[in-house]
């Protein structure tokens, strides 16, 4: 997997669960920067991966309104750019998920989406439409030994369709979410040292998870953003699905392998400092740090 994509995957699965109410109430927009390092051995081989940019703002739709999150990776190994995008959309009026796509940028076009409805979702891809002989758009043809011919594979993202993958259909009694929306929506389940689990259910593609984080501790942790006094956050992945337990892509902790330390702060529930490790043709140990921050409220009401 991706170390961007590990990386924001972390971020949504753990920075919600802690607080003692949800601050969706209040907050207007936040903006997070994270970098992104990855060292081998004792850090003779380092390497500056780029960062991860979240942002949360209000959206009103034809008088109803959501709540998006966006998480913009840019970046990459040497000799390996890499930059994508994923954007969440929930109803505020009930924290339901509604529609989730990720955009792959560089090193090469790649687009996916889930729509989310009260039955289940769906999982699209946006790819090359199906072969010559079922697509009759003249905009996919190209002229070959003096004929049209249709493009087979070629990648052209004006030459793309929206292709359905698979179907869910829920009879869960937990909310199913994307990955990224729980950076946000869920962070007002309380959290305490030797308190009870956590859990979310996540859906990544046709893979479902329940995805849990218990406090272990506390520890004051500094970043390029300040100190923080943090919890210590132990997490378990579970499989619900099938197609989720013969899966072999989330080896380890979402990609991560050995012992991952999540740190996420008391006071703004807002995720600090991760470090685990990934594997880009050697395995290296990646540390994920807060870099900067910014954060508008609601006025109270009343004033």
């Not at 008088?63 to 994923?86: Q, S």
């Amino acid at each position: 997997m991706n170390v961007f994509r590990t990386a924001a995957f972390i971020l949504a699965a753990s920075a919600w669960l802690l607080g003692a109410e949800n601050p969706l109430s209040r907050l207007k927009s936040e903006r997070l920067v994270y970098g992104v390092m990855a060292r081998r051995g004792l850090g003779f081989i380092s390497l500056n991966l780029g960062k991860v940019t979240f942002t949360f703002r209000r959206e009103d739709d034809g008088g109803e309104e959501f709540l998006v999150m966006k998480a913009h990776a840019d970046g990459g190994a040497p000799g390996f750019p890499y930059e994508a995008v994923m954007v969440s959309r929930v109803r505020a009026s009930d924290l339901k998920p509604v529609e989730f796509y990720t955009q792959r940028i560089r090193p090469r076009y790649k687009k996916r989406m889930l729509r989310f409805h009260d039955y289940g979702s769906e999982y699209l891809k946006h790819s090359h439409c199906e072969a010559p002989t079922l697509c009759h758009n003249p905009a996919h043809l190209v002229e070959r030994g003096g004929k049209k011919v249709h493009c087979p594979g070629c990648h052209n993202p004006a030459h793309y369709v929206w292709r359905l993958r698979a179907r869910h259909r829920y009879d869960y009694e937990r909310t199913v979410y994307d990955v990224l929306a729980p950076v946000y929506i869920l962070r007002g389940a309380a959290a305490r040292v030797g308190g009870p689990k956590q859990t979310v259910r996540i859906l990544d593609k046709r893979d479902i998870f329940d995805v849990s984080f218990k406090a272990v501790a506390e520890a004051q942790i500094t970043v390029p953003a300040g100190t923080f006094q943090c919890l210590r956050l132990v997490p378990e992945t579970v499989p619900v699905n099938e197609h989720a337990k013969s899966t072999t892509e989330f080896e380890g902790f979402f990609g991560l392998h050995g012992d991952v330390e999540v740190y996420a702060d008391k006071q703004t529930h807002q995720l600090v400092f991760v470090r685990g490790q990934v594997t880009l043709g050697a395995t290296f140990d990646v540390e994920v740090a807060l870099l900067e921050r910014a954060m508008e409220y609601l006025p109270e009401k009343g004033r």
